[in-house]
């Protein structure tokens, strides 16, 4: 029996290993001087069949005892570690679904911000305004196209000032409203959701791709999001209070909390009248005119709130023409009439189910979320949550706020609570229903159950994919802006030029610490001894490389960046190969599939070999230097916008 049970465990083993190698691809390993590998999987298979093969050989032998006999010792000491496991079970602290997926999403939160991925383009801009501008100088337009929440930039402005200008430092508060966000969607769940429901509004709310995506960038997006879900869920609480005198003070604390939250989310800003007028309904149908009149007045504070926040911030953004130019085409044409404004309308909901919905499903998507509105077992959680989207597509239809990608995340949670809503009701309706042999209701629940749960898992999929796949903390959108930058400025001597292009210099100003000018243009194009140029595509009739030439001429080193890709493919190559006429290659490196630094030394004569490294072809011999791209350079000093 021995014997027999060692031929077991050997089998055993080596089916495991084959196992392992089919599902790996093989392994190689070199540990010193000893070389252990194994690709092919039949090998150990073969020897797990030869082991059983010597069982079943000893199992006939003359008196051999029944193979289960060598198992019964095995069998003993697993049963008694399954019941202590399952003693252990029994007795644990209980932990919902929905808890144990807040603290997952919230774990993923924590992780990626912990990872301090590099900030880009939209996320530098804005750092810029808060590092360059005082405390008071965050009110006004801001620079280089950027709008923001006054309070939000003023918070952000104190956390610079308290922890420093780290990129971990200035996400801090994008985190904290995402994590607020999954705590809200939590607590939903727990008061008006069964555990499936509010399992799937916790899931969608932590790993919805878009809002984990703006809930790790440093943008006011994430706060928007915890407005859109906060605000209305308020309201559907305050109606729920039990004595008119609570449901008084339940509205009034409303309408501080939306005066407070204004001032740091315009989604705050934007979901409010839909949710105002849910406010003073309700009250009205349940208590009457003199209630309802009690619910309204409170909203005078709201009204001062808002319009300072106005006067200080807020008109800027919305009489600024460059960004009015920027989002014309997300916004229907004047000339549409009814009938064509409800056309493009419609025409919007499949990229807003792309992004920022999360769904790939498109009219599915809108249809699913639209079905727990009305069929939710919560009429009035539906009816206000409703209000949510509707007021965003009314909001477009006269042409106040784009419908565009992150500029609607604060849709994005009512209509996870939509799907929520749905799955809610059809995963109660469908068992009963199969059990009380209603067959028209059991059949409609559950291809209403099928339907959003194929939603859903859509939703979820791409988050995972988004947030727990494909993120990456060594780069942003292929760029690292930080490392290329730091390195760049760490070889900076005075006397050079620094070269790159316009939407590359948001990035050489914060992550080589360039101060700008909040008041207007810089100042002057130097910095520190270091002349700042700006390079372009030009025309061939009005520049030419002399004119690059004398542009530079003066300075010892010309140190490039190629980063933000806002010019033609071939134009870095481009740049590169005129450079490559002017000065020797001293340094050059790549820090990501977009971010590309070079050092040229002016002061020396060209090498021939130089112009094959600075056009990518490095590793290759002298004659395969590739030709340089058509066109020429335009180059000037840089300006501040």
């Known amino acids: 029996m021995r014997f027999r049970r060692q031929l077991m465990a050997g089998g055993l083993a080596a089916l495991a290993w084959a196992g392992i190698v089919y599902a790996t691809g093989g392994f190689f390993v070199r540990l010193g001087g000893l070389r252990v590998s194994s690709r092919d999987p039949l090998v150990p298979l073969a020897v797990a069949i030869a082991c059983a093969a010597g069982v079943w050989w000893r199992s006939r032998a003359a008196g051999a005892p029944p193979i289960a006999d060598d198992w019964r010792p095995l069998g003993l000491v697993l049963r008694a570690r399954f019941d202590g496991l399952r003693a252990v079970w029994l007795t644990r602290p209980r932990i919902s679904a929905p808890a144990a997926i807040a603290v997952a999403g919230a774990a993923v939160y924590l992780f990626h911000w912990a990872g301090n991925r590099p900030l880009w383009l939209d996320e530098e801009m804005i750092a810029l305004n808060v590092r360059d501008r005082t405390l008071a100088g965050q009110a006004g337009a801001l620079a280089f196209g950027q709008s923001a929440p006054l309070g939000w930039l003023v918070a952000q402005r104190l956390v610079l000032v308290t922890f420093g200008a780290a990129d971990l430092a200035l996400r801090l508060l994008p ?134 926040h106005y006067a200080l911030a807020l008109q800027y953004t919305h009489d600024s023409e460059y960004l009015r130019a920027h989002w014309r085409t997300q916004l229907p044409g004047a000339g549409l009439g009814i009938a064509g404004t409800a056309a493009w309308l419609a025409d919007r909901l499949r990229p807003l189910a792309i992004t920022p919905g999360g769904s790939g499903l498109g009219l599915a998507f809108w249809a699913a979320a639209a079905a727990g509105f009305l069929l939710g077992s919560r009429p009035r959680l539906g009816v206000v949550f409703a209000l949510v989207p509707l007021s965003a597509f009314a909001f477009a239809a006269i042409g106040e706020v784009p419908l565009y990608e992150r500029f609607t995340l604060w849709v ?157 493919d071939d134009f870095g190559d481009r740049l590169l190969a005129d450079l490559a006429t002017l000065g020797r290659l001293t340094a050059i490196n790549d820090f990501s599939s ?45 300006r501040r916008w």
């Open 175 to 308: 985190v904290l409203a995402g994590l607020a966000t999954i705590g809200v969607a939590f607590r939903m769940g727990r008061r008006w959701f069964t555990p499936a429901g509010g399992a799937v509004l916790v899931a969608l709310v932590a790993f919805g791709p878009w809002l984990g995506h703006f809930a790790l960038e440093l943008k006011h997006y994430s706060a928007d999001a915890l407005a859109g879900l906060l605000l209305p869920a308020l309201v559907v609480r305050v109606a729920e209070a039990r004595e008119p005198d609570a449901r008084r003070r339940r509205a009034v604390a409303w309408w501080l909390i939306a005066a407070v939250l204004q001032w740091v989310s315009n989604g705050a800003v934007l979901v409010v009248p839909a949710c105002a007028v849910a406010l003073v309904v309700l009250a009205w149908r349940r208590d009457g005119r003199s209630a309802a009149v009690a619910a309204a007045w409170p909203g005078a504070i709201w009204c001062l709130a808002f319009g300072l």
């Open 594 to 638: 977009l971010s590309r630094v070079a050092i040229v030394d002016l002061e020396h004569p060209p090498s021939p070999g130089d112009a094959g490294l600075m056009l990518g072809a490095r590793g290759t011999d002298g004659d395969s230097v590739p030709a340089p791209a058509p066109g020429c350079t335009a180059i000037s000093r840089v």
């Open 412 to 568: 994005v949670p009512a209509l996870y609570v939509g799907l929520a809503l749905l799955v809610d009701r059809a995963a109660e309706l469908a068992p009963a229903a199969w059990r009380g042999r209603r067959w028209l209701v059991a059949i409609a629940s559950t291809v209403l159950l099928v339907a959003a749960t194929r939603v859903v898992a859509d939703v979820l999929v791409r988050g995972w994919d988004g947030l727990v796949l494909e993120r990456a903390h060594d780069h942003n959108h292929q760029l690292d802006d930080r490392g290329a930058v730091r390195w760049l400025m760490a070889h900076r001597r005075s006397g050079d030029a620094i070269l790159t292009t316009h939407l590359g210099w948001p990035a050489v100003w914060w992550y080589g610490g360039i101060p700008t000018d909040p008041e207007g243009p810089l100042r002057a194009a130097v910095y520190d001894g270091t002349t700042m140029l700006e390079v372009a595509p030009g025309d061939p009739a009005s520049c030419s490389p002399e004119r690059v030439a004398a542009a530079l001429s003066g300075h010892g080193r010309a140190l490039v960046y190629l980063g933000f890709p806002d010019a033609p």
